[in-house]
């Protein structure tokens, strides 16, 4: 360590034999005084020449340094006058800023804001901000959505990633397009058109990262701010999320046994531009919308030009009987954007869904897809297409439909022998989770709470809710859960409840 | 094909021999016939026994059918009364649209609305809609963004990916969080305090798919609708649509050699919410901002209260001289909004990048990214990590810089050889494109749909502006072209000009 005061400088400090390059901390040297104020603008410095006697070290780092401040803009050269801090870094009022800001000894930097200008966040931020969830830190029994993962065929499945990540030609690394994989998309339109009576073709396919963003880009292609939408009441917190990012009024539109009450919607919000509605089985109570519901919910949008966002979660899950035709087979008028996700019934961590676009809104979406994140990455797109194909995805469900068959058995089961007096389990038998109603006047939340302490993921319904519900209820998964840790999770519920 | 006339039916045509399981066939029927009217609401069906009588056929596919219907709403069944069509299912007036609707006869069905009613999308859709952009349709030179794929270590990569696939712990399968995989995080926030003198922790780091999705999370925390904001002009196209999507107003502020010319956004607008920026390399222009214009940036954003969103896009790349330190590292007021992305130095499908987050803006940012599509797929995540950890990155960047260096004075010199009176290059020698400026008066687009029609991608600068250019330029991407490609390509550039 070599201490040298130069005629015009603080004293340099440098250290020859350390890792770091002797130009890199002469230039952050210069730096810092700069920004310390140490160094005035507009004043002079050594000569590179006299510099490298001074400090006797070579002239080249010291060059080098030289230059990349000038490239920077702290030093200025003038011929025939030398270099010097340039005149226009402002001066003493960024002093303290300056030495607050470079001091290398501070190792935590402030991260929060303190000069007293307001910090504002956008009001949905705000509007979005929710209470601490302690029920989703448990990944066990009961939490919603979870798949039975240890049921995946991980072995299948990586064969697959393997071969496609192992020859992954040139073209699937670059940019890929804002609709997805074309291959992925001929698929999925495929299985749409079979399994769940969608009418669409590989063109109206829109590769998506799974439900969420679905809900998303239709919220911002459909609504502008203030725009009333219907949503179910209850209904999924995730739909309210995307609608609000989009700034649409939200109109909370209560739920029966026979799904969304539609004279209610018109009645409070007969020009409403978008609804949002999961009509196979309702979440979360779980509620088939009927026939009946289905054709006027579909022709007062006819009517009324009002758009239906069908988010068909979990449709591949119904244990008595056959699965419910999606709303977008019987729609005539192009009204109906149909949303799905393979995330819950591949596994979470996948990251892909889909929508199905009315053909004149296709534009519209990919410029919103582009917008949002560009495109899906390829490589699992290109894997499912392979898992679809090869017949392993449709062997997958019909396995995990018998599991899941057996597994919503147990829980049933489990809660009439531990909890029969207390709770009233609602909905069709379907799915991953079920409802169970507590009795009035006890708070689901406080419930979910206590649970959550014994490590059981027990959701509450009022969380679903724009407003208390004059029933509280538990929101509970079984996918993820097997007979024991049903059996086990509900003997824990009992003693909260 | 047996075709039977019941007393109370029209005719139902059964296929005994065909694919389509009995049950399946009879309740299509049944469904078709209510929907087009043939079946009216409160009309009596016959009893199962009676149906299987006329029919000639088991009971059990009857009886399956008409539980199916009973479920969905379209019969409903009184003790006594035997079963009936719901008397709610609307009557005449939904014939012509169950006709056409219905109707297994049509193979392509309708998809963009006829009935009349408005098919209104949003304003942000409606002022995101673009002219064709068949530059964008080549992935050679002169591409933007692409990068060298060819250089990419496809061997090291796949054996990355194979390792954490093969053995994916059920935990990585299930659902992440929204901030990303905490490896990843810690692998990343190591990686930006050492090469961009970024100052924060793992735990400011929000793993995103890319900047892209950086820009629309800040746009949705930190604006709303109507909120001015200053953009760069020329500037990244993809911010803009960012910050439409929020709502905001775009301000555009010019850039000159300096980088943006604060004092014009001061007087244009001093009381913008936020600021995009590229300091480090302008897009497209490529300049440098200076140390000067940065200190005013960051004095007037803490003394308005404004945000800075910093896209350190390209950062990697830099040929004369050391990188350029971080705008976020110079701020002491957390004002700055950090984004970068892996998408552009690893390969583009990948879909990997960051957000760096004041630290009390994370929870509204966590919660923007639950809304906005949960969290990023793990697989990739954790190869990122072992990527970066095990010196792959490091050494792919150090490779790649030199390459590109190579690639840019290529460009530099057919230019110079066969458009040299006509283009003009600027910038400085960074990144992976650079623009030339064409003479006053040509039009930057239409040399750019020629080139695009010699299968040439030179993307018109004036795609980056919001009013027309003073001079139109080319913007060359040089990344992914070697040095055949580039005398070829420059070559028929000539031939347009």
Redesign the interface.
Known sequence: MRRISSSFLPPIALDARGATPMY?QL?EWFRRA??EGQLRPGQRVPSTRNLAAELKVSRIPIS?AY??LQ????FETFVGAGTCV?R???GN??KL?GR??RNPART????????G?????????VA???PPQSWLDN?GAFRV??PA??H?P?GV??RL??RH??R?P???????TAMGHLPFREAIAEYLGTVRAV??DAS?ILV???S??GL?LSA??????D?PAWIEEPGYH?AR??L????ARLIPVSVDS?GLDIEQGIRCAPKA?AVYITPSHQYPLGW?????????L??WA????AWIIEDDYDSEYRF???P??SLQG??????VIYIGTFNKVV?????LGYVVI????V??FS??R???????????QAVMTDFIREGHFARHIRRTRALYALRRAALVEAIQKHLGDKLQVVG?EAGMHLVALLPRGVSDVAIAKKAAQLGIAAQPLSSCCSKPPSRGGLILGYG?ADARQIEDGVRKLASCI
Chains 1, 2 share one sequence.
Do not use: K
């Not at 040139?170 to 890929?176: D, I, K």
């Not at 088939?288 to 006027?296: F, G, P, Y």
């Not at 006819?302 to 030009?305: D, K, P, Y």
């Open positions: 890199q230039y700069i920004l080098s230059e990349q490239a920077e803009g702290y340039a226009s870094i402002p009022t960024t800023e607050e800001l935590t930097p402030r991260q929060t804001g303190r000069r200008a307001p910090r504002e966040i956008s009001r949905r931020a979005m901000r929710m990944m959505s979870l993962l240890d995946f991980v499945w990586s990633v393997n990540s192992r992954q040139r073209q699937l690394m670059a940019y890929g009418r669409c109206q998506t990262t799974g969420q963003l998303q911002q292609v459909l609504l502008d701010a725009d995730g999320h995307a609000m990012t989009a700034g026979e531009r088939t919308m009927s026939a009946t519901r289905r054709m006027m579909l022709n006819t009517r009324s030009g008595g009987g056959r419910i035709a019987l729609d005539s008028d192009a009204r596994f979470p961590s996948l990251r009315p053909r004149d809104l534009p519209a410029t919103a582009d917008a949002a994140d560009v495109f899906s990455s390829t490589l699992y069709a993820g």
